[in-house]
């Protein structure tokens, strides 16, 4: 069964920074891309960045571009987002998806349950 | 950055109707178009990709169809496990971008 379970989130103040975990199982990590989405309680969903299976390929919403940083480590079937200079609107509930397809990222198919970053001093 | 627009942003109905919700892209998409379904306090959930394939394990009452720029989901007979919101989500640029929803209630 493919799990996805993220960690790493909490309170924290604004400027300061967190960095989310994603640990992966139950397929072969190092064939697909990868996702983060995050959204705020009540409101909708806002794709965040992705990466692809090998790293080479990165993107990321216009919101986080320069403050966030995807990377993945496949020898430990993990997915991370390092985030900087954090701001009160980055408060959500992260999700770490995975690429349907292998290669580069396209859409997920896959979701974690989530974790909780909320920036506020 | 590509626009994604969805309507009805709201949608009652009962159950065996025929539902439709509409997505618009800002510009051309192709095929490069999924749908996602999402119930309260739970993760999204993949109902299709490349605008009309079906993702293995949902039910064959839901549908796609579209290009281009529009795009519709139907579901032929709302059951009562469709009550949910719906997202679509481009993928044929960086940043991928999601619809605002669509929340199909109970009439």
């Not at chain 1, 604004?14 to 064939?31: I, K, M, N, V, Y």
């Not at chain 2, 064959?60 to 989901?73: A, D, I, M, V």
Request: include cysteine; glycine fraction near 10%.
């Amino acid at each position: 069964e493919v799990q996805l379970v993220e960690s790493g989130g909490g309170l924290v103040q604004p400027g300061r920074s967190l960095r989310l975990s994603c640990a992966a199982s139950g397929f072969t990590f190092d064939d697909y891309a990868m996702h983060w989405v995050r959204q705020v309680p009540g409101k909708g969903l806002e794709w965040v960045s992705g990466i692809s299976w090998n790293s080479d390929n990165k993107g990321y919403a216009d919101s986080v571009k320069g403050r966030f940083s995807i990377s993945r480590d496949n020898a430990k079937n993990s997915l991370y987002l390092q985030m900087n200079s954090l701001r009160p609107e980055d408060t959500a509930l992260y999700y770490c998806a995975k690429d349907r397809v292998g290669g580069t990222y396209y859409h997920m198919d896959v979701w974690g349950k989530g974790t909780t970053v909320t920036v506020s001093s | 950055d590509i626009q994604m627009t969805q309507s009805p942003s709201t949608l009652s109905a009962s159950v065996g109707d025929r539902v439709t919700i509409t997505c618009r892209a800002s510009q051309s998409i192709s095929y490069w178009l999924a749908w996602y379904q999402q119930k309260p306090g739970k993760a999204p959930n993949l109902l299709i990709y490349d605008v009309s394939n079906l993702e293995t394990g949902v039910p064959s009452r839901f549908s796609g169809s579209g290009s281009e720029t529009e795009f519709t989901l139907s579901i032929s007979s709302l059951q009562p496990d469709d009550f949910a919101t719906y997202y679509c989500l481009q993928y044929k640029q960086s940043p991928r971008t999601f619809g605002p929803g669509t929340k199909v209630e109970i009439k």
